[in-house]
Nanobody, 115 residues
Framework: QVQLVESGGGLVQAGGSLRLSCAAS????????MGWYRQAPGKQRELVAT???????NYVDAVKGRFTISRDNTKNTVYLRMNNLKPEDTAVYYC?????????WGRGTQVTVSS
């Protein structure tokens, strides 16, 4: 059974930094892509960043230049380094991993940025 477990969320002041991690277990294959979504209160879930097995990355415009996604394929772990955080980054951040057009999901980790 595939499990994705996020860690690294918390409360930070505006301008601060956090590093999210997501470790996958229970798999015998590599994922085609991994990444992060977020959902703020009253808003739809949005894709924040993705990274393919080959290392290609993609970001939503709102985080470009501030967030960096990376992955360790040997550990089936994806990271999201978040710098210069803003109050509008406050959300629950969900890790996902895709294999053959199927998405696996973590339970989410709360990120709160105070002004």
């Amino acid at each position: 059974q595939v499990q994705l477990v996020e860690s690294g969320g918390g409360l930070v002041q505006a301008g601060g930094s956090l590093r999210l991690s997501c470790a996958a277990s229970g798999i015998a294959f590599s994922f085609d892509a991994m990444g992060w979504y977020r959902q703020a209160p009253g808003k739809q879930r949005e894709l924040v960043a993705t990274i393919t097995g080959g290392g290609s990355t993609n970001y939503v415009d709102a985080v470009k230049g501030r967030f960096t996604i990376s992955r360790d394929n040997t550990k089936n772990t994806v990271y999201l380094r978040m710098n210069n955080l803003k109050p509008e980054d406050t959300a629950v951040y969900y890790c996902y991993a895709r294999r053959d057009d199927y998405n696996y999901w973590g339970r989410g980790t709360q990120v709160t940025v105070s002004s």
